[in-house]
T-cell receptor, first 113, second 117 residues
């Protein structure tokens, strides 16, 4: 089955700096890669996703890049703000696997004012 | 649109009792729902895939007789933790796919925090 590795496990940045989280996946057939933000005790919220036919996607301060050859994808947050502090999870899935999401281990991001 | 609710949001029960958690898609039909558990400071681990009108598919290592899943309608799936023990204490989250969208996105419920005394 799919295996998703996520790094780093914790990330502390100064407000206004950029944050980068990296994930690798094992199943070359995976074709959908969402990123979720989860605040303590809350549900995961989709912040951005990318499909395998696209190399990069951007939404305001958030961007995701995908390298299918290397089987890794990254989340980039620019101009970080204190409200960006949360746990971020990457995930991977493919339609032929019943769309089951395999999550990375999570990255705890702390944005220091 | 695409709202998923869970009930209860939290529950405390005694060891040996059973607890039922409901997951509802409020404004769309979900032929497939997923159940996850999440331990403190850990990632989400898929427990099972719930399919409307058929038996759930459990992930390896998940006891199907302990975690009973029923998906009786296109908007409701239930997870029953039978004979709960303290080690079952966790955050249980469901998600659902909107079949009409025809894509991969899953919408998550708010989660249910189970504490077994």
């Amino acid at each position: 089955g799919e295996n998703v590795e996520q790094h780093p496990s914790t990330l502390s940045v100064q407000e206004g700096d950029s944050a980068v989280i990296k994930c690798t996946y094992s199943d070359s057939a995976s074709n959908y890669f969402p990123w979720y933000k989860q605040e303590l005790g809350k549900r995961p919220q989709l912040i951005i996703d990318i499909r395998s036919n696209v190399g990069e996607k951007k939404d305001q301060r958030i961007a995701v890049t995908l390298n299918k050859t290397a089987k890794h994808f990254s989340l980039h947050i620019t101009e970080t703000q204190p409200e960006d502090s949360a746990v971020y999870f990457c995930a991977a899935t493919r339609r032929t696997a019943g769309n089951k999401l395999t999550f990375g281990g999570g990255t705890r991001v702390l944005v220091k004012p | 649109g695409a709202v998923v609710s869970q009930h209860p949001s939290w529950v405390i029960c005694k060891s040996g009792t059973s607890v039922k958690i409901e997951c509802r898609s409020l404004d769309f039909q979900a032929t497939t729902m997923f159940w996850y558990r999440q331990f403190p400071k850990k990632s989400l681990m898929l427990m099972a895939t719930s399919n409307e009108g058929s038996k759930a598919t459990y992930e390896q290592g998940v006891e199907k007789d302990k975690f009973l899943i029923n998906h009786a309608s296109l908007t409701l799936s239930t997870l029953t933790v039978t004979s709960a023990h303290p080690e079952d204490s966790s955050f249980y989250i469901c998600s659902a796919r909107d079949l009409s969208l025809g894509d991969n996105e899953q919408f998550f419920g708010p989660g249910t925090r189970l504490t077994v005394l």
